[in-house]
């Protein structure tokens, strides 16, 4: 690199940031930190070289502080994690002090959007689970036996929650009316869908990285093993695979919304029919970024290439190997002791030598960058009742 290239990394102590700032190190950038909040005894990541502390990111005033910040630090790229909304509403004014990558706020809102995501996809013929109004759902499930615990249909919100946050799987009326008044009293409007039979190994997800021209520059494309809660949680296990007919499904629907920036997309395999139905499509960088980049897709690096104008090549073949496994040791230890209650010790253990086999991934947590960790670890045991310290894959 010709000269030290200064990012600015939002929500810099948390794990999504923590392992963009580390890939961005390792490409030589040199990384700004910023968030909402300031780690004890300053234990930042050791490749943060200034630190900023912002307001509370849902306060009505984070994106006033962020360009002020912005304006005052002068970075050549911003990376936005944990308020790419607020700085895709902001990007214009943004980009007069510095580059980022984001897509156009009205695309971000018809992706963020499931029902919306779901008009566009009937349009061009993506394949995803049906979708029924309230009357419709609750006559496919009259037939119902109260004592019929099979999941028929599933409640969800239509914004992105993460995490499977407000998914409930519902086999009778009552259960579904019970469901969407949940829902609407968290989340707002709720969406009901068919289920899609299987396992948590026919979940795939997939990472894309589109230009300033929304053409594709990086792709990574992942078997899921094992989540935590089980049915609908986060990524415990994967391994890394070569689907790139599930990238080549999504591609019409990114040029037409002429697509800037990260995306994360989820496929179920129907287990009926052996068809990939996309599940959602998250409008940033994924909680589980850090197993592309610990498989070598240095996605924070390429956003920052494309973000600077750099003319890269359309990626189509995989540049990284298939077969390498992804384990999040806090995640992981949870599902472990499930199965040993559910399954017993022969069976558990049994999975657990299948998650582990072959080649790994290094884990989350780095002992040469450990500050970050132990950081967190003091502001959980400071406020563990606030529920605002991050899991394992808050970004």
């Not at 490749?47 to 970075?75: C, M, N, Q, T, Y």
Request: glycine letters at 8%.
């Amino acid at each position: 690199m010709a000269r030290v290239v200064d990012v600015l990394v939002t929500r810099s102590t948390r794990n999504v940031g923590i392992e963009l700032i580390r890939a961005l190190a390792a490409a030589g950038y040199r990384v700004i930190g910023a968030d909402d909040r300031r780690p004890p005894l300053a234990l930042h990541s050791r490749h943060v070289g200034r630190f900023h502390e912002l307001p509370p990111f849902e306060s009505a005033d984070i994106g006033a502080a962020l360009i002020d910040l912005v304006k005052r630090v002068r970075p050549a790229v911003l990376v936005p994690v944990g308020i790419s909304d607020v700085a895709c509403e902001l990007q214009a004014e943004l980009g007069r002090h510095c580059r980022t990558l984001m897509p156009d706020p009205a695309a971000r809102t018809r992706v963020n959007d499931k029902q919306s995501l779901a008009e566009i996809c009937c349009r061009l013929g993506i394949p995803m689970p049906r979708i029924y109004k309230a009357d419709k759902a609750r006559r496919l499930l009259d037939s119902e036996t109260e004592q019929d615990e099979t999941p028929r249909l599933v409640v969800k919100p239509r914004g992105q929650v993460g995490g499977g946050g407000g998914v409930h799987f519902v086999a009778t009326r009552r259960s579904l009316d019970d469901a969407l008044a949940a829902v609407r009293a968290e989340f707002g409007e709720p969406m009901i869908t068919e289920y899609v039979r299987g396992d948590a190994d026919d979940v795939r997800a997939v990472h894309f990285l589109f230009d300033r021209h929304a053409r594709l520059v990086s792709w990574f494309t992942a078997r899921k093993l094992c989540l935590w809660p089980p049915a609908t949680g986060l990524t415990a296990a994967a391994v890394s695979t070569h689907e790139w007919g599930l990238v080549q499904q999504l591609l019409p629907l990114f040029r037409q919304l002429e697509w800037r920036g990260p995306a994360e997309a989820e496929f179920k395999v129907d287990a009926r029919t052996g068809e990939p139905l996309l599940l959602e499509i998250n409008p940033r960088f994924s909680g589980a970024i850090s197993f592309p980049l610990r498989c070598g897709v240095n996605l924070a690096a390429a956003f920052c290439r494309a973000a600077l104008g750099e003319t890269m090549s359309t990626a189509a073949e995989p540049a990284y190997a298939a077969g390498i496994k992804y384990v999040n040791p806090s995640l992981y230890t949870r599902v472990l002791c499930r199965r040993l209650v559910d399954r017993g010790p022969r069976r558990a253990l049994a999975d657990l030598r299948r998650d582990l086999a072959g080649q790994r991934a290094a884990i989350v947590y780095q002992l040469s960058d450990f500050r970050p960790t132990l950081g967190k670890a003091l502001l959980q045991l400071r406020e563990p009742w606030t529920g605002k310290v991050d899991g394992p894959h808050a970004g």
